[in-house]
């Protein structure tokens, strides 16, 4: 039974990669193959539940991801909406390209992708809004534009994504539920993760850059013409002003302010530890008033389209956080399985420091959903307890297992299917066989051997 459990697991996972990558709504597969799955496994054991695991089983899982994290993604969302409509977005990527433009285009481009994605600007959005500077620069050093897609890639999709202590992106918030951490978990680790994945991407990108001029690449023609109104763009300071917000702001409140309140009523009144709670509620405040300022410093910009603009954002939040919830819910019905017993021993079976098992569990299941925050949340959802009981029997801080679970959950999940990989080639005019070995390289390969090092710090005390 165990054999066949694993197989039907193994296959349902394939068939997800399979379908989400032949472009199948992963709303539509989610419940369909978690149902489809579970009743596999009944019908061999004679036992079906029919559509109880689907309203009970499926649907909890997807509703606890939603109530847990819908306000970060909503907020998030119409921040990042703001940014690029207000042209904030554009003028730091503007500013800083200007300033290394010409022999330093690539660490140009890979620097303002990771300021915007630093500052909580969505992945996506900072996809649009620095393509145009990024060609631009490109176009004048005649670097080739299949490493363009790389370049944006290894700014926005790695280091400030998942490592840099502060970042208010989903990947770096998910942890801080299960470990009662806070977005700055590990700020040590974090540095040293974030200068060796920009370190190793700028170095792999300049030499491949070297090469193919050698040969006599050049950038190219582009398939449609770029954009090339010159807007006014907001002043750099008003522009970095809401992203210093918060950076500033959550770290006040996360590591000053909440830690000196009595939240003893939270625990007496709502049944929850307040250390599992703060992080979150420090990054919602943080956006909550970085969005305010923003569209208060730039209500000229958008005459006529301010509730527009918001309306965007809260419409695009709906469909990011459901794509993740769904992949949640089907991970949600797969722990259920008796194989996946089998499959979670043996995970934490492969080493007995916990860290190893947070790094494989997490990279392995963001690979086969496609998405980091979804095979985080799996991961932990379902290891979580484990690993903080392992972790504790070794003197290892719960810090330490957040920031590694995050790093971990950014390289795999960057594999062909992935949604942010096909949107960043359609943007920019490339496909897979031109540019996908060089986005692998950056956001696969280096933050696995990042992971792979931070593990050892991390065993060795360094958080």
């Not at 970060?72 to 990042?80: D, E």
């Not at 770290?251 to 309140?261: G, H, I, R, Y």
């Not at 625990?267 to 307040?274: H, R």
């Not at 934490?348 to 496609?370: C, E, K, Q, Y």
């Amino acid at each position: 039974m165990e054999i066949y459990g694993v197989i039907l697991v193994i296959l349902s996972l394939a068939a997800l990669v399979f379908f989400a990558y032949r472009g199948v709504s992963i709303i539509i597969l989610a419940p369909t193959l978690a149902v489809a799955t579970f009743l596999a496994e009944g019908i061999f054991l004679g036992q079906t539940y029919g559509f109880a695991v689907l309203t009970e089983t499926f649907m909890k899982g997807m509703s606890d991801y939603v109530f847990n994290y819908f306000l970060i993604f909503l907020l998030g969302a119409v921040f990042g909406k703001l940014m690029d409509a207000t042209g904030c977005a554009k003028s730091i990527a503007e500013v800083i390209s200007r300033r290394l433009g010409g022999g330093l285009a690539v660490m140009a481009v890979i620097l303002s992708c990771a300021l915007l994605t630093y500052g909580g600007v969505s992945l996506f959005v900072v996809v649009f809004a620095a393509y145009p500077i990024a060609a631009s620069l490109f176009r004048q050093a005649d670097i080739p534009r299949k490493f363009l897609p790389a370049a944006i890639a290894a700014g926005a999709f790695t280091f400030t994504m998942t490592a840099l202590p502060g970042s208010p992106q989903i990947q770096n918030a998910v942890p801080m539920k299960y470990f009662g951490t806070d977005v700055y978990a590990a700020p040590i680790l974090g540095i040293i993760a974030s200068v060796l994945m920009f370190l190793l991407s700028y170095l792999w990108l300049s030499f491949r850059i070297k090469r193919a001029k050698a040969r006599g690449e050049g950038y190219g023609e582009d398939q449609a013409a770029l954009s090339e109104t010159q807007e006014k763009l907001p002043s750099i300071w008003l522009a970095l002003l809401p992203i210093l917000l918060v950076l500033v702001i959550n770290l006040v409140m996360s590591k000053f302010l909440f830690p000196a309140m009595d939240l003893s009523y939270v625990k007496d009144v709502f049944g929850k530890d307040p250390a599992s709670l703060t992080g979150n509620w420090s990054l919602i405040a943080a956006l909550l008033i970085s969005l305010i300022v923003c569209l208060l410093c730039n209500l000229k910009r958008l005459k006529g389209r301010k509730m527009t603009t918001v309306n965007e954002g809260i419409e695009s939040s709906f469909s990011a956080i459901m794509n993740t919830a769904m992949v949640v819910g089907y991970g949600s019905v797969i722990k259920t399985l008796g194989a996946f017993t089998t499959i979670k021993e043996a995970i934490v079976g492969i080493s007995d420091n916990p860290l190893v098992a947070d790094a494989v569990s997490t990279s392995v299941l963001a690979g086969v959903t496609g998405s980091a925050s979804g095979g985080l949340s799996i991961a932990l959802e379902a290891l979580g307890a484990d690993l903080m009981a392992m972790a504790s029997a070794m003197n290892i801080s719960p810090e330490v297992l957040h920031r590694i679970a995050s790093i971990a959950s950014g390289g795999l999940d960057t594999l062909p299917h992935n949604g942010a990989v096909i949107t960043l080639l359609a943007v920019t005019g490339s496909n897979h066989k031109k540019s996908y070995l060089d986005i692998c390289i950056c956001t696969v390969v280096i933050p696995t051997i990042t992971v792979i090092l931070c593990i050892l710090l991390g065993t060795i005390g360094v958080c």
